[in-house]
Nanobody, 126 residues
Framework: QVQLVESGGGLVQAGGSLSLSCAASGRTFSSYAMGWFRQAPGKERDFVAAISRSAGNAYYADSVKGRFTISRDSAKNTVYLQMNSLKPEDTAIYYC???????????????????WGQGTQVTVSS
């Protein structure tokens, strides 16, 4: 098991940027593929971005491709989500998730992750 704590959410105007962080506890961070998901009120939890253990593979939802960047720092046990050119439709609670994985494996559905953070609110005003 790994414990995850997100930070960096807030209120931003459309076109602005935010950077989310997810700090993982434990000494096995490098064994986990990491993902970011988001959930808007009344909607299902959707995939945003994911990165492999090796950081060599990264996948993005079409809706954020070219605007968001996922990265990880194994020395700091942290995964990041840099969000640029934000839109009102990006408003949601953003969750960090972890999954024990093989070296280059990446998954994009919530049910494939078994460790979750508490979420951080991102609000984009028009």
């Amino acid at each position: 098991q790994v414990q995850l704590v997100e930070s960096g959410g807030g209120l931003v105007q459309a076109g602005g940027s935010l950077s989310l962080s997810c700090a993982a506890s434990g000494r096995t961070f490098s064994s986990y593929a990491m993902g970011w998901f988001r959930q808007a009120p009344g909607k299902e939890r959707d995939f945003v971005a994911a990165i492999s253990r090796s950081a060599g593979n990264a996948y993005y939802a079409d809706s954020v491709k070219g605007r968001f960047t996922i990265s990880r720092d194994s020395a700091k046990n942290t995964v990041y989500l840099q969000m640029n050119s934000l839109k009102p439709e990006d408003t949601a609670i953003y969750y960090c998730a972890a999954r024990l994985s093989s070296y280059r494996d990446v998954r994009t559905t919530p049910r494939e992750y078994d460790n979750w953070g508490q979420g951080t609110q991102v609000t984009v005003s028009s």
